[in-house]
């Protein structure tokens, strides 16, 4: 895994200078890998990096997918027609129409591209050479939230009306008027600042978690197996663990996909309703 070569010459590093005794456990600088190339545009500084990498392939990878299995659709679907069918109806039928409701199929193209797109970025935890998600870099899912953030307000405002949908929001129908005190400035926090910030950091903290986790287990298995003492015996463990923990992150990879794209079928469905 690269980035735990990454880490494991920073334990030897570490070691050869006599600056750390025993196992040197992986910080945030697996999250802060080293530029590949810097530039500046319109006087901004851009640095790419390989987890920026890893989004450009991923993000390529998911198109190339798609075309290629829409590209000559079949009565009898192949192979790949067959898996991108599957996963657009998933997201068609199991949250556009479910969980948005009677209005939510004209969403169906923008929830599974959010579906596609995160899933194959949360791929990349596992993908060897990469090792690591975009996801578990804040500004990634901060930037798509806020882009759902968008679409959740203009959708109210296009359905409802800003004057009705504003309205809903800071005085909430069948609440005493008395309340509004109370009731206006929680429901403002929720709408415009909670809903976006908890549904970036629930997919950034599932995979920030669980790359620590795999590079943790990963890095322990080959320093216990790299001891001359008893401690050697407890690495061929600490190796099955990084193996379990590689198949429950796949687990987490497809589930945030989804949640996050559920969550944001919600959302449609509350800018759709009248009632909030």
């Known amino acids: 895994m690269t980035s735990s070569a990454l880490a494991l010459a920073d334990v030897l590093a570490v070691e050869d200078t006599g600056g750390g005794d025993g196992f040197q ?83 169906a193209p923008f929830l599974a591209a959010l579906f596609f797109f995160i899933l194959a970025n949360n791929l990349m935890a596992i993908i060897p050479l990469a090792q690591i998600s975009p996801m578990s870099r804040f500004a990634f899912p901060l930037v798509l939230a806020l882009i ?26 069948g609440v005493p008027k008395a309340m509004y005190v109370l009731v206006t400035p929680i429901e403002i926090l929720q709408n415009f600042i909670v809903r ?12 920030f978690a669980g790359h620590m986790l795999l590079v943790v287990f990963s890095l322990g298995a080959v320093y216990l197996l790299s001891r001359d003492n008893f401690s050697i015996v407890f690495g061929p463990i ?23 794209t559920v ?9 759709i309703e009248a009632e909030h």
Not at 92 to 102: E, F, L, N, S
Not at 196 to 207: G, I, S
Not at 263 to 269: A, V
């Open 25 to 107: 456990a992986p910080g945030l600088s697996e999250f802060y890998p080293e530029p590949l190339a810097e530039f500046s545009l319109v006087g901004v500084d851009f640095a790419i990096t390989r987890i920026t990498l890893g989004l450009f392939v991923a993000t390529t990878a998911m198109l190339v997918f798609m075309v290629l299995a829409a590209r000559r659709p079949q009565i009898v679907p192949s192979k790949l027609q067959f898996v991108g069918e599957s996963g657009y109806s998933l997201v068609r039928d199991g949250i556009a129409r479910d969980v948005v409701g009677p209005k939510g199929l004209p969403f």
């Open 148 to 173: 759902c953030w968008a679409l959740y307000i203009y959708i109210g405002i296009r359905e409802q009306g800003a004057g009705r949908y504003f309205k809903d929001i800071l005085f909430l129908p």
């Open 196 to 207: 976006p910030f908890t549904l970036a950091v629930r997919l950034f903290a599932n995979m």
């Open 238 to 260: 600490s190796a099955l663990m990084a193996i379990v923990m590689t198949f429950f992150e796949l687990l987490v990879i497809f589930l945030q996909a989804y949640v996050f």
């Open 263 to 271: 969550l944001m079928g919600t959302y449609l469905n509350g800018s």
